[in-house]
């Protein structure tokens, strides 16, 4: 009787594969809003699988309880429009439809078409920006509870063969293929789409030719939006609807935009589809394949499908054609780093002594973020290289603290040292593929290594201990018991110095040699490379040094928290540290040390503003806010602003001095970086 | 100009060829860019390559300096077979290209510029250098482009700042600070005006005695012919004809291709004063 043994067997292994058209239906239409909008508006959405997670508890309140919610906090959000026993199913669709063709459309209008000609940086900031903030703002106003929904589409059971599937899955594979095959007919056959590819093809021409690019790129951005809401609307009843987990579609889906190289409507559909079912074919693997993992598999497989996809197709991705005048963020020039490190130093050690207990904690979490705020200059803002795994590397190396502390029985300082070391090893993994890929398809390839990491790595309970997390030994040197808890001073002084000191190697750092390399990599990576620098090597040497202060850091969170777990390095926080640097300013040290004090969720200021108005829950929300509006208005983030306006009062207070002469100091030029060099500013 | 030039790359042969093309061909698709070309650049000299626009002069620099693969045919630096070699590689060999389009670093200044070209590209070395002191003083080749250049008076200034002119100068001095065996310069004439190409022209002549040789890019005839020892002409991708400045001039092939148009012959009696 083998034989129908064999054949069952065989059949469930179908039976999952289509049970996997419904998540890969989501993927496919989330798939083509993001090739939507990056044909039309050059920007590759991160937010748009938050879009469609808004969207969704937009449904699910007009349905339940007859409201129609706002992304905002505090203020009212939510208005009544019919009685609390809900609308009915289809018309609560519909005007939620509505509401996502106008949403789109604002946030276009808002932060997206001004971004047109911005660079990577930051048009990747932007939105993440905003996938930050609408996934702070679910949080606050919705839990992060799995909320679920009764059916939509029909779902009774269906025969195929021999297997009983459930009608929904076909319906929702059906309508992805109709609206692959519509948009694909809209675009060869419409005015509509001639117009959109000629604007992509030439924006400039496209405007002489009376057509507006950005009206144009306006109809598909709402075209998208309204798309995602369908998608995830119909696919409530699949899964559960929770903040986190609809807000990460976005991963797969943008695996099969970049299979379709972002432009074949055909390929994204068939890509996404194919996507979904290999996740749930994986749920049967697991049961059969006892060996695999047991957690995250299905995470991990879009990681696997980008690289491959960044791999075979790097080369032939179509860049889209624009006006661009590249502005990379301003770059600070450390001047006298050793004096400017000795006097934080004293600044510091008065701050930690003078502050209570609870202050002093937030002093300690303000250096430690910096730490790894750092990592994200020298990466993104010397090299130019868009990284959104930071914080994961910072945890693999404070993870790695405890085992090396367990199995190699090395602690402070070795243990830290070798733990970052780890850390380097996944960074230079992480890094890899910018040897091949750049902007935005850099940040699209170090997301998906981090949710990779984070569901493969963290969520592995012999590697980070589950939810109790694991336990860290006090650091102790030369017999001073470092442990943060006695009276945390000596910690705080301890974690101040190490901090300073990378603070201070990397301003040496970005003033030598190897600094001069990363910003002309940054500049031009041709010119760079006219000149003899190995451009890939560069690359890969900075997000290796990048990824050893990240380790430090990590390592030093470890030290301070005394027990580690994996939600402190989740995909979240590395967007979330990316964040807060380019907000304090990417490209300067003063930057991580402002995103640190100013916007580390822990850290001086929120810990003030926390005391004073219970502010902390809010903290994830301004960083998305604050990250979107800084890409927006002022990319050089806050100290550069603050620079300038120092710079100001520094000359209104000489120019009183000096009688009424200005000092004729050009505005870029603060300093000459050696000496030697004639006066700047002399005439010509 | 008193200029002291730095500590010269160890030459592989006193005389001969830097540089030797063979049948090198460039296409794209069914367009041929560069068409079987031959020719050798000659030690010590000041070589000139012209043509109209779209000859492909550019193209050509890309194939020679590993920006593009050439279809077929082989490049030869001193003798040794470099077809296919990365840009960074050559580099590091001497075989140094500016860029019609300049492209400098634009976040560092324009010392910075040069200094990044004069660095020695180990990496691990260059972290070394975080942890000790720092050495202030300029290095000998920074010195010496900046003299050639003539751009010690806005070594300290940012690219952004500088006239067009003095922008195309500062590529100069870059590669210069590379200290190259054979300097390859894409247009720099464009978008000067005629003093200030006439300086130029100075400048390029005084590089053979400090041990480098050019190939100068152009389509500015005027500055070709009065600067070069030997020219080429390339015209759709192929070279129609190879000589003295004086042997260009008389030769009918290039009068046919480039100075009959009027513009042309006007740069070319420009050329014959100069």
């Known amino acids: 009787m083998q034989a129908p043994r064999g054949a069952t067997h065989m059949s469930s292994y179908i039976l999952f594969l289509l049970l996997g058209l419904g998540s890969g239906a989501v993927y496919a239409v989330l798939g083509l809003g993001l090739v939507l909008k990056y044909r039309s508006a050059g920007v590759v959405d991160f937010a748009h699988g938050a879009v469609a997670m808004f969207c969704a508890y937009v449904f699910i309140e007009l349905r339940s309880n007859g409201e129609l919610q706002f992304p905002w906090i505090i203020l009212p959000h939510q208005v009544r429009v019919a009685s609390s026993s809900g609308l009915a199913t289809a018309p609560s669709i519909l005007i939620t439809l509505v509401y996502a063709a106008v949403l789109g459309l604002v946030f276009y209008m808002t932060i997206y078409r001004p971004l047109r000609n911005a660079p990577a940086l930051a048009r990747v900031g932007a939105s993440i920006g905003v996938m930050l903030a609408l996934q702070a703002i679910a949080v606050l106003n919705y839990s992060t509870f799995a909320v679920s929904s009764p059916p939509i589409l029909p779902a009774t059971p269906v025969h195929v063969a021999s297997l009983i599937v459930p009608s929904d899955r076909l319906y929702l594979a059906g309508l992805t293929v109709l609206v692959g095959f519509a948009l694909a007919a809209i675009y060869r056959f419409t005015r509509f789409g001639l117009v959109t590819r000629a604007a992509v093809e030439n924006e400039r021409g496209a405007a002489l030719l009376g057509h507006s690019a950005s009206r144009i790129a306006a109809y598909n951005w709402v075209l998208a939006t309204v798309l995602a809401a369908a998608a995830g609307i119909l696919i409530l009843p699949i899964t559960t609807l929770n903040p986190g987990t609809y807000t990460l579609f976005i991963v797969p889906a943008l695996g099969a935009a970049l299979l379709g190289r972002f432009s074949s409507f055909s390929v994204v559909v068939i890509a996404g589809l194919v996507i979904g079912m290999l996740q749930s074919e994986l749920v049967k693997l697991q049961t059969v394949w006892t060996w695999l993992p047991q957690q995250g598999l299905q995470d991990g497989l879009p990681f696997v499908i980008i690289m491959l996809a960044m791999v075979l197709l790097a080369r032939r991705l179509s860049a889209r054609g624009q006006i661009t005048d590249v502005h990379n963020p301003a770059v600070g020039r450390p001047q006298r780093p050793a004096i400017t490190a000795v006097s934080c130093v004293v600044v510091g050690i008065v701050a930690l002594l003078v502050a209570n207990t609870d202050y002093r904690s937030a002093i300690i979490s303000s250096l430690i973020v910096a730490c790894v705020c750092m990592s994200v200059v020298i990466i993104t803002g010397y090299v130019g290289q868009i990284s959104l795994a930071q914080n994961a590397l910072a945890g693999i190396s404070a993870f790695m603290l405890v085992h090396i502390a367990h199995g190699l029985g090395l602690g402070f300082p070795l243990g830290l040292i070798l733990a970052a070391l780890c850390a380097v090893v996944v960074g230079l993994l992480v890094g890899l593929p910018a040897v091949r890929v750049r902007g935005v398809n850099l940040a699209v390839t170090t997301l998906a290594t981090a949710a990779a990491l984070d569901a493969l790595v963290f969520n592995n309970s012999s590697f980070s201990g589950g939810f109790t997390g694991l336990n860290v030994h006090a650091p102790h040197l030369f017999g001073l018991n470092l442990e943060p808890s006695a009276s945390g001073v000596t910690f705080g002084i301890a974690v101040l110095v190490i901090v300073v000191l990378v603070g201070l190697f990397v301003a040496r750092l970005r003033n030598g040699r190897l600094g001069r390399a990363f910003l002309a990599v940054r500049s031009n990576e041709r010119a760079a490379a006219s000149i003899g620098i190995d451009v890939a090597r560069t690359k890969l040497f900075a997000f290796a040094i990048a990824a050893f202060i990240a380790g430090i850091g990590g390592g030093l969170l470890a030290y301070q928290q005394q027990n580690i777990n994996s939600a402190s390095f989740t995909l979240w926080t590395s967007l979330t540290i990316l964040a807060i640097t380019y907000v304090g300013g990417v490209g300067r040290i003063t930057g991580a040390i402002a995103a640190g004090v100013l916007l580390a969720s822990n850290g001086v200021m929120p810990t003030l503003l926390d005391n004073l108005f219970n502010f902390g829950q809010y903290q994830a929300l301004i960083a998305g806010v604050a990250l979107t509006l800084t890409a927006v208005a002022n990319p050089d983030g806050v100290t550069q602003e603050m620079g300038r306006g120092f710079t100001q009062l520094r000359r209104a207070a000489l120019r009183r001095v000096a009688g009424g002469r200005p000092p004729s100091t050009p505005p870029l030029a603060e300093t000459p970086t050696t000496s030697g060099p004639p006066p700047v500013g002399a005439p010509r | ?274």
């Open chain 2, 1 to 274: 100009m008193s200029v002291v030039a730095p500590a010269a790359r160890p030459a592989a042969s006193g005389s001969g060829a830097v540089l030797e093309a063979d049948a090198l061909r460039v296409q794209y698709g069914n367009v041929v860019a560069v068409n079987d070309v031959t020719f050798s650049v000659p030690r010590g000299s000041v070589t000139g390559l012209i043509g109209p626009n779209g000859a492909g002069k550019t193209t050509m620099i890309d194939a020679l300096t590993g920006y593009v693969r050439p279809t077929r045919g082989s490049v030869r630096l001193e003798g040794e077979t470099i077809t296919g070699s990365r840009p960074h590689r050559l580099a590091r060999r001497g075989l140094i290209r500016t860029f019609q389009s300049v492209e400098l670093f634009n976040d560092l200044t324009v010392e910075e510029n040069l200094m990044v070209a004069a660095e020695p590209p180990g990496m691990l070395a260059g972290l070394g250098r975080v942890f000790v002191p720092d050495r202030r003083q300029r290095s000998e080749a920074v010195r010496w482009a900046l003299d050639v250049t003539e751009l010690q008076d806005v070594a300290g200034r940012f690219p952004t700042e500088l006239s067009h002119g003095q922008r195309k100068l500062v590529g100069v001095g870059r590669g210069l600070a590379c200290r190259p065996s054979l300097l390859l310069l894409d247009e720099p004439a464009a978008g000067l005006d005629t003093s200030e190409t006439l300086a130029l022209g100075q400048r390029l002549r005084t590089l053979p005695e400090h041990g480098v040789t050019v190939l100068l890019i152009d389509h500015d005839m005027g500055l070709v012919l009065s600067v070069c020892d030997q020219v080429m002409v390339l015209d759709f991708g192929n070279l129609i004809a190879q000589g003295t400045p004086a042997e260009i001039r008389a030769n009918p092939a290039v009068i046919e291709a480039y100075l009959g148009s009027s513009e042309a012959s006007g740069h070319a009696s420009d050329g014959g004063h100069a």
